[in-house]
């Protein structure tokens, strides 16, 4: 269904150009280019070209061509490659992703001279293919991008707001500052539907519990962003959101049955390919009901081909999530990997650990015969229609420029835009004798006390630095005293002193545990009977371990726009709007819910 729509789409818009395109250089290749102008690219491909236009790769460095010299060490030990551009000229890859500790993303105008020059070491190799240049940007908990950008609340947040027009204008804003840095793809947003508290890896990161609202707001961030020119990418096929193992350090398995797969987890999926999707990630977990063999989903003919390719009919990119993820390589050595990958119907390679290795395996298969060359074009074809489609064999929207940067990103409208849909995101889940909103007149002394987790994003401060600022620009006297994620009972006895006097104490929790140290502050200042606010920084589940607390907040982040938001709800500056997008089971019966889907209390 998909697969037709897009192609008669394709005649449709490529009519015009397609005499021009048919017999231009591949550098010149159009934008909706027709698919023989495509094969006639790969024809004149060398073997070498194919396997590597198939791999997305890491690379140290601020600069392609002069990274600083730790950061080519780094190349050497783990590539053997000194820059981008040996990494490109050596390997002739299809795609580069950003990562903030791999020192890509120092701010934007060096990270559109990266792009830029990631771009002309493509333009040097004999096939000229441009590369799809990637990065994580979900919001929220997951960013790689981070201030001056803008940064957008996360998934839950959108999912508590409930609003399919907010969650699409953050992915179309966000998409089209990403566009301008040059990065052309983003591994987001994540259709995973979170119905495990317990989940180490998804959480936040998904919109929610519920499949048909989940559903909705993925589709609207895939249009969202896919409208601003760039890739938007569905993630983790099958569905990770019912895990208690993070696939990043074990194989995680899915005990749903295949019911319970078609009504929990495959609708997201399809409403991202009804949307257009451009490419889904998949998930290194085990899901036995949905291939007995119980090889991870990344490496699973029955789940890519018989399911998302057949099933779904799906014939847009299939992305593996980073191989380098403990997951995916409990089972096969590193060589045999990508090789099954392959096999099973993916058409990306994210992230190999060792990329001599996995690219040595690949072009070994085919002269082998274990893996054909046909088998390897088919790929190649969705791959470069994806890059056609996005413009890049254009020179004018291949490369960027400052200009475009300084006019996109970080915009004072950007800005506003994410204040605002923050506003809407705020759930206030708690509030004894109507303690909230918090006045100046009768609660001016406030002490901020809470976990400082390590930001995500090149934002203002630690969290408690963020709250105490905010709380003071709004005409409240505050102290700030960081108390982290596990207090000693000295840093509690400091808290409970400092606590003396104040008129309230708002305290950020950070996935709060039964009998946890974080639960022990709580108990111990509300103790001393000064009114305590609590705000959730990260999972909505902390409100069922925080009995003692006057008033609770989540916030589902600890990014700036978050919690200045949630300062202003809880000053009365906002009136609280978020409701529940997952259930809140109590602590002393996990089988009772403590607050349904869509609870959220009004002021």
């Known amino acids: 269904m998909h697969h037709l729509s897009r192609r008669t789409l394709l005649a449709a818009t490529t009519a015009g150009v397609a005499a021009t395109a048919l017999g231009a250089a591949p550098a010149q290749a159009s934008k909706g280019t027709p698919d023989q102008a495509l094969k006639k690219i790969i024809s004149g491909m060398s073997l070498e070209e194919k396997v590597g236009q198939l791999f997305v790769m890491r690379v140290y460095g601020h600069s392609a061509d002069a990274p600083d010299q730790a950061d080519i060490d780094a190349n050497l030990k783990e590539i053997g490659v000194r820059t981008a551009d040996e990494l490109i000229d050596k390997y002739k890859l299809g795609g580069i992703i950003y990562f903030q500790w791999a020192h890509n993303v120092r701010d934007p105008h060096q990270i559109a001279d990266l792009s830029n020059g990631i ?103 895939v249009k969202g962003y ?126 190999p650990p060792t990329l001599g290795v996995s690219w040595n395996a690949v072009l070994d298969a085919v002269k082998s015969g274990e893996l054909t060359e046909a088998r390897l074009d088919e790929s190649i074809l969705r791959i470069l229609r994806l890059k056609a489609k996005l413009g ?41 004798e109507k303690l909230l909103p918090l006045s100046r007149r009768t609660h001016k002394n406030v002490l901020v006390l809470g976990a400082n987790p390590a930001s995500p994003s090149l934002s203002d401060g630690p969290p408690t630095t963020v709250i105490g600022a905010a709380l003071t620009e709004r005409g409240f006297s505050t102290t700030v005293l960081a108390t982290g994620t596990a207090p000693s009972q000295a840093v509690i006895d400091q808290a409970v002193a400092a606590a003396a006097g104040k008129d309230a104490v708002v305290i950020g929790t950070y996935n709060v545990t039964a009998g946890s140290a974080q639960q022990k502050l709580v108990n111990a200042v509300a103790a001393t009977g000064v009114p305590v606010v609590t705000l959730s920084v990260r999972n909505p589940y902390d409100v069922a371990q925080l009995g003692a607390a006057d008033a609770h907040v989540a916030a589902y982040s600890w990014i700036d726009v978050e919690l200045r938001a949630a300062v202003r709800v809880l000053t009365g500056a906002a009136r609280p ?27």
């Open 119 to 221: 771009q002309r070491a493509g333009q040097r190799q004999p096939s000229r293919i441009p590369l799809l240049i990637a990065t994580d940007q979900e919001h929220g908990i997951v960013c790689r991008v981070g201030k001056p950008a803008t940064l957008f609340p996360g998934a839950m947040a959108l999912g508590a707001g409930g609003s399919h027009s907010d969650a699409r204008k953050a992915g179309q804003l966000a998409g089209a500052e990403l566009r301008a840095l040059g990065i052309v793809q983003d591994y987001a947003p994540d259709a995973d539907v979170n119905v495990n508290p317990a989940n180490p890896v998804i959480g936040v990161r998904s919109f929610g519990a519920d499949p048909e609202a989940v559903a909705g707001l993925v589709a609207a961030q």
């Open 226 to 351: 896919q409208s601003a020119g760039i890739a938007s990418t569905a993630k983790h096929f099958p569905g990770h959101g019912d895990t208690a193992t993070d696939s990043h350090t074990g194989l995680p398995v899915i005990t749903h049955t295949r019911e319970q797969w078609e009504q929990l987890d495959r609708p997201s999926f399809e409403a991202a390919i009804a949307a257009g999707i451009d490419s889904i990630m998949t998930a290194h977990i085990v899901v036995p009901a949905l291939d007995p063999a119980e090889d991870p989903a990344t490496l699973s003919h029955p789940i890519l081909t018989g399911i998302l390719r057949e099933q779904l009919g799906y014939d847009g990119v299939v992305i593996t999530d980073s191989l380098g993820m403990e997951g995916v390589r409990t089972k096969y050595g590193d060589a045999r990997v990508p090789v099954l990958a392959l096999q099973a119907g993916v058409d990306q390679l994210l992230n």
């Open 392 to 432: 890049l064999f254009k020179a004018k929207e291949v490369y960027v420029s400052h200009s475009g940067v300084d006019r996109t990103v970080g915009t004072a409208a950007h800005l506003a835009a994410a204040d605002r849909i923050a506003e809407r995101t705020t759930t206030l889940l708690v509030n004894k």
């Open 577 to 603: 709007r978020g409701r529940l997008p997952v259930p809140v089971q109590r602590a002393d019966d996990p089988t009772q819910v403590l607050y349904p889907i869509g609870y959220g209390l009004r002021y």
